[in-house]
């Protein structure tokens, strides 16, 4: 099955109001072999400032898949709360000369890089995370921030 997987950090201080704008994040997404199915999960996790905002198709929240291009190295996904009072947008691209050799992955055969993943480690990603207090109202935007040299696997 296929999957994609990206994470990244920054720690950054905003002189013009004197804010700190600390943020990570991990995402994993993909098909992934339950049993007889084969659903397309996600888990994606989120920390602004010493705040945790969490993302699981497990749970019922959405993911909404914009753009997911091995070719152009780019992805852009739109998380929702079940509820739908918290969105978050993920943009995500590497250069395309800057993912290594093919990786072993474990296969049915055993472990192979055929195809395997790939891995850069210099892709830039745009985190803006929305909220409102239900899904009548407009959304607020909590932050919007970039974490350049983020991890990203195809």
Not at 3 to 16: H, I, P, R
Not at 71 to 80: C, D, F, G
Request: aromatic share 12%; proline share 5%; with cysteine.
């Amino acid at each position: 099955k296929g999957w994609v997987w990206a994470q990244g950090s920054n720690e950054k201080y905003n002189s013009k109001d004197s804010t700190n704008q600390n943020a990570s994040f991990v995402m994993t997404g993909g098909k992934f072999k339950i049993g007889p199915l084969t659903p397309l999960a996600w888990v994606i996790g989120v920390r602004f400032n010493g705040k945790m905002f969490a993302f699981r198709t497990t749970d019922f929240d959405k993911v909404q898949i914009n753009c997911l291009s091995y070719e152009k190295k780019r992805i852009e996904i739109i998380a929702s709360s079940l509820l739908k009072t918290k969105r978050l947008k993920i943009e995500l691209e590497a250069p395309v000369n800057s993912f290594g050799p093919s990786i072993f992955v474990p296969s049915k055969e055993g472990w192979s890089n055929t195809p395997g993943c790939l891995e850069s480690y210099t892709a830039n990603a745009k985190l803006k995370y929305y909220e409102r207090k239900h899904m009548l109202k407009n959304w607020s935007e909590v932050f919007d921030v970039e974490i350049p040299l983020s991890a990203m696997e195809f």
